[in-house]
Nanobody, 122 residues
Framework: QVQLVESGGGLVQAGGSLRLSCAAS????????MGWFRQAPGKEREFVAR????????NYVDSVKCRFTISRDNAKNTVYLQMNSLEPEDTAVYYC???????????????WGQGTQVTVSS
């Protein structure tokens, strides 16, 4: 069992930055690939970024490439999402998730956090 708790969301102006954190419980954090997803009002949940077990493999949705960076610290059981040059279209609830597969498919993630709200004003 893995429990995930996100933090770091908030209100920011367009062009600003935020860093989301996701703290995981348990001693098996390094055995999970981690992902970030988001869901805007009235839209389906979408993949944002994912990172492999040791942090050496990352993948991003095209709309956030060169603006967002996913990273992890296995010693701290934490995964991060650094978000720069934020746009109003980035407004959503952001979720972290854990999977035993290296995948961008939300259905392959076994554990989910409760989400953190990110609001970008224009």
């Amino acid at each position: 069992q893995v429990q995930l708790v996100e933090s770091g969301g908030g209100l920011v102006q367009a062009g600003g930055s935020l860093r989301l954190s996701c703290a995981a419980s348990g001693r098996t954090f390094s055995s999970y690939a981690m992902g970030w997803f988001r869901q805007a009002p009235g839209k389906e949940r979408e993949f944002v970024a994912r990172i492999g077990w040791s942090g050496g493999s990352t993948n991003y949705v095209d709309s956030v490439k060169c603006r967002f960076t996913i990273s992890r610290d296995n010693a701290k059981n934490t995964v991060y999402l650094q978000m720069n040059s934020l746009e109003p279209e980035d407004t959503a609830v952001y979720y972290c998730a854990a999977s035993q597969m290296l995948t961008t498919s939300s259905s392959r993630y076994d554990y989910w956090g409760q989400g953190t709200q990110v609001t970008v004003s224009s």
